[in-house]
């Protein structure tokens, strides 16, 4: 069988120990079985190195035709939820402390190969650290491709970090000139949707701007937003120029158009109601990847043309978003960093 091409922009469902709080007694039978079921119908997925290592995903289970996206771990370790969670964080058992250490070891354990895409141990610091240390982490692989995360850099009063305030994204873009050279050992730039700002209009700003400063300083990598899969924001996003986009939405809603239902009310309408609600479940995720499938051609469709009209956002909605990139484009930070729209011409 032919392996998947690393070939953007790629939709990439996630398989996460996170996605079933409801089975907290069997997660990991019910993790491992639900990753068995549905990974290999994917070109591309996203997997925890946290699962992988803690078991509640087996190497031996990871297709061998797929792209396949090893993310950091945060996500499961930590007290941190994105915008789509319908619950409350599952915390972590107690053996189940998650180290860079750890990260470091399971990536070694996995091939070093060009499907394969590593991605660094985010730490909360100062952007010329988080560069450096991502780097340090993934210079040992040879075939493999390296993913940059940036996350948010915390506030320093005296050097002393001041609880639960962050720089804005904003200003550590601005520090992007500072660290190209380090960047470009990279394959992608990552970011997570929530670090992109604090509205709707913020974030679309941000990542054109991001997108756009990566074309500037000549770095040709494809940007990652974390945590965003739903069918309206992927289309957004790629309007902003964002190119690979993941996300647990596939198993938490069911997909309608550009909305996402709530999984019991689609297993209503949709099925004859003897299923149980596992057997409903599947169906809504069998769904779900053909509507993955489609949204990842129309994004290939849209990103060979530079035609707008190919994302199926309703007008409203893609007047906003436009209105938005325009704004980002005329913004102090645009100017300084980039200059005029002209001179960048084509894609963001």
Known sequence: MVTSAFNPPLVVPSFSSRGFPQDRKNL?????????????????????????????????????????????????????EDDSATHLKLLP????????????????????????????????????????????????LRSAKRSFLLKEEPVLVKKERVRGQMVPIVRTLSKLPQVADSLSKFEIFGITEKSLGYSYHDRIANLHLLCCLLKKLNLNLPVHVFGALDPLSVRTYAMAGADIFDGLTWIRFAYRGNRCVYLSNDILTQSDLTENFTEGRNAVYARNYVELLKLEMELKDYRSTGNPQKLKIDPATKSKVRFAIYQAQHSEAYKKLIGSPSQLSGRP
Do not use: C
């Not at 290592?53 to 190497?59: M, V």
């Not at 950091?72 to 007290?79: A, D, I, K, L, Q």
């Not at 750890?102 to 730490?123: G, H, K, M, Q």
């Open 93 to 140: 058992h107690v053996h189940e402390k998650w180290t860079q250490a750890l990260l470091a070891r399971t990536i070694r354990s996995l091939p070093d190969e060009p499907r394969f895409v590593y991605v660094n141990y985010d730490l909360e610091a100062g952007l010329s650290a988080q560069v450096s240390s991502a780097t340090a982490q993934l210079r040992h």
């Open 28 to 80: 990991r039978k019910v993790t491992r079985q639900h990753f068995r079921s549905f990974a290999d119908s994917f070109s591309s997925f996203l997997v925890s190195a946290f699962d992988l290592h803690f078991g509640y995903i087996r190497p031996s289970d990871i297709p061998k035709n797929s792209v396949v996206f090893v993310d950091s771990g945060g996500y499961e370790s930590r007290e941190w």
